[in-house]
């Protein structure tokens, strides 16, 4: 039997992304669509939340894509196979109100994709009619296609170079379907701001129902340090316990656009840091 928080599987996905699969039972038991985790790779490391791709509850594995951003991912990046996970706490977060609603489209963007994969299987296991709109830079950026083709009944791709798919923002491809007349009852989208607030901004005229689920910074995941706050109908919620999904037309998304660099110097300089220890670590 694998240990705790082992990782069963590893692979690349492109020169950004790589796929993740721990041993985690007790994490697996209980993860339901939207749930996200937080991983801890050492001791003195710092924790960051990430999406569940999928579950396999007969072998206890849960499915993760992460993109290597910063410090952390880096060092996650490092581990192999056989490797174990210091931490890996949740689920946490609110589930999405899956129900039966008729129409659902669902949004993911970049590494925003692996965040809507479980969350549209779940609607259409619900007894929806599901179309998927997935986006990235180019063809190689697409994670995650053949899962998300499976969980819904039409997928749509776009790429901004237009190498995979249609040519053009995720945005394009749900202005055509509004335009075209499709009926469309719920949108939900996951992704980085900036394509979550243009989805919003594109569906709240038509009055559609959208919820976003937001990628704020988080520190301890339980609503405790206030480090992923935000601004929701004009009320202070936390986006760890609170969320991660909102109302998407009622997310204060200019002040969360604002926070969203504002460690980024810190960032970068405990990234350096890190890339000179494993200089060192190797002999460089
Ligand atoms: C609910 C939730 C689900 C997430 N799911 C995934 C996922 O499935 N896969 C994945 O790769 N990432 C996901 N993220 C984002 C991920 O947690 C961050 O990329 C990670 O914490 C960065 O850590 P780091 O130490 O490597 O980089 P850092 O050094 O902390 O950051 C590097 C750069 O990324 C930016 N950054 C850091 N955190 C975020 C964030 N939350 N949103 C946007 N920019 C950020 C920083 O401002 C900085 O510019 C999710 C975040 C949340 C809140
Ligand atoms: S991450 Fe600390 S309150 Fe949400």
Known sequence: MPGKNEIIHKEDLNSESFRLCVYAPEIVRKHLPGQFVILRVHEDGERIPLSVVGTDSEKGLLDMVVQVAGKTTRLLSGLSRGDSILDVVGPLGRPTGITKVGNVVTVGGGVGIAGVVKITRAFLEEGNTVTGI??????????????????????????????????????????????????????????????MKAVADLTRPHGIRTVASLNTLMVDGTG???????????????????????????IDFEELLRRQYMYADLEKTSCETCRIEENLQNGG
């Open 134 to 195: 997935i986006g990235a830079r180019s063809r190689d950026m697409v994670i995650l296609e053949r899962e998300m083709r499976a969980a819904c009944h039409t997928l749509h791709v776009a790429t901004d170079d237009g190498s995979a798919g249609k040519k053009g923002f995720v945005t394009d491809i749900l202005r055509g379907l509004i335009g075209d007349g499709q009926p469309i009852d719920e949108v939900l989208t996951v992704g980085p701001l900036v394509m």
């Open 224 to 250: 405790m340090c206030g480090c992923c706050r935000c601004t929701v109908d004009g009320q202070m919620k936390f986006a760890c316990v609170d969320g991660p999904e909102f109302d998407a037309h009622k």
